[in-house]
């Protein structure tokens, strides 16, 4: 059975600072998944990664996937308070299109 | 743009009461699914269909039934709905083929169970 996890699963941090967002998955996958979803909204794609060292970069979010070690990250640089939201990763097992998701990670960007 | 629709935003029922979660997609995708969302909980997946009149069970389909009469049109059914099925209820559709076979979401219909 695909497990997803992600941590941190709240993050609070200050404008203008970096972080980073962990996903782990435990069976081999081909494809990768980062979504975002605002309060009360639904999700949002943000990427899909398909392959080992993949990295997808939108503005000042930088998502990496690291199939040997089964973890994709999701990189923030200067964080601006627009960003606040929780950000899932999803996995896809190897065979049809099925997605495992992770807990999500609720980011609060503070001034 | 890929458009997923959910019959209603905001749905409140009596226990007992038989409900019906409607999604449609215009994007001719083969593939459709049903999820709940709760706090801590992240997405599970209740049941999806990978064609017309075709369905699997997902992860936790106790309690629930799907139809897929129409390939646009994908319906969620609590027969009998309990207070432990308020929830949020998120609808996707992705195709069936292809390289990346992304899922797009719907606005999520929040059900109360009274």
């Given amino acids: ?111 | 743009d890929v458009k997923v629709t959910q019959s209603s935003r905001y749905l409140v029922k009596r226990t007992g009461e038989k409900v019906f979660l409607e999604c449609v997609q215009d994007m001719d995708h083969e593939n459709m699914f049903w999820y709940r969302q709760d706090p801590g909980l992240g997405l599970r997946l209740i049941y999806f269909s990978y064609d017309v009149k075709m369905k699997e069970k997902g992860d936790i389909p106790e309690g629930y039934s799907v139809s897929r009469e129409k390939k646009e049109r994908f319906s969620l059914i609590l027969e009998s709905a309990s207070t432990n099925q308020t929830s949020m209820y998120l609808c996707a559709s992705s195709p069936g083929t292809g390289l990346i076979r992304k899922q797009f979401f719907g606005p999520g219909t929040r059900l109360t169970v009274l």
């Fill in chain 1, 1 to 111: 059975e695909l497990k997803v996890e992600q941590n941190p699963l709240f993050l609070s941090m200050q404008e203008g600072k970096n972080y980073t967002i962990y996903c782990n998955y435990s069976t081999t996958s081909d494809r990768l998944y980062w979504y975002r979803q605002d309060p009360g909204k639904s999700l949002e794609s943000l990427f899909v990664l398909l392959s080992n060292g993949a990295v997808k970069q939108e503005g000042r979010l930088m998502a990496s996937l690291d199939t040997k070690a089964r973890l994709s990250t999701l990189h923030i640089t200067a964080a601006v308070h627009d960003l606040s939201a929780t950000y899932f990763c999803a996995v896809r097992e190897t065979s049809g299109s099925r997605l495992t998701f992770g807990e999500g990670t609720q980011l609060t960007v503070n001034p």
